[in-house]
């Protein structure tokens, strides 16, 4: 699988670009800034977008995707319990200080269980809430893409609205842990980290 990873906007959010190297068939990750840079790393891959994937829907991770809907006429994807962020999101721009681009279109709520196929490449889809009521986890037999839920080191805040530690923490362990320790963790922040590492050294999950 291709697997482009570009950090974008004020709060250094990652967007990832994936794509079959066979069919060069793709997706979009959280395009929530600097639409142009990926709008250019597209090109530079050669990729034909399928589908606009979205992890949650926090300022950071949909900021602009209203505008590069407006240059990609492709479906975008979300999980529905993540609605009431979507539609606040120029409250959330304001609060901050900065503007949005608009209320983006979602044309197909994903759940727990759903599938997502690109060339070659099948995603599951995992809901993995608690830093948001809506968060959902992409995964593959390898790796997996997992927004806000867990960091390298660190887990996501549950300070905002609809954000629940308890539910995170369950989330986590309940749902990603099963997933094996070799899986492959890319955040919406930061650098990507596996299983076993979280499991053995970050102090939010470390096993009594």
Do not use: W
Request: one cysteine or more; charged letters at 25%; proline letters at 5%.
């Amino acid at each position: 699988m291709i697997i482009e990873r570009l950090e974008v906007g004020a709060f250094g959010e990652n967007c990832y670009i994936l794509g079959c190297k066979s069919t060069k068939e793709g997706v979009i990750i959280d395009p929530g800034d600097e639409i142009d840079r990926i709008l250019k790393k597209l090109d530079a891959v050669q990729l034909q977008t399928k589908y606009i994937l979205v992890t949650h829907a926090h300022l950071d991770h949909i900021k602009e995707l209203k505008a590069i809907q407006e240059k990609i006429n492709v479906p975008t994807l979300m999980n529905k319990k993540d609605e009431f962020l979507l539609e606040n999101l120029p409250a959330q721009a304001s609060a901050f200080g900065l503007s949005c681009s608009g209320i983006p279109k979602i044309d197909r709520y994903i759940h727990e269980g759903d599938t997502v196929q690109f060339g070659n490449i099948k995603f599951n889809v995992l809901e993995t809430p608690g830093h948001s009521p809506g968060s959902v986890t992409f995964y593959t037999t390898d790796c997996a893409f997992v927004g806000d839920v867990l960091f390298s080191g660190s887990i996501g805040r549950t300070d905002l609205p609809g954000g629940n530690y308890d539910v995170l923490i369950d989330s986590i362990k309940r749902k990603l842990f099963p997933l094996g320790d070799k899986l492959q963790i890319f955040p919406g922040h930061g650098p990507s980290t596996n299983i076993s590492i979280e499991k053995t050294t970050n102090p939010f999950l470390i096993q009594d």
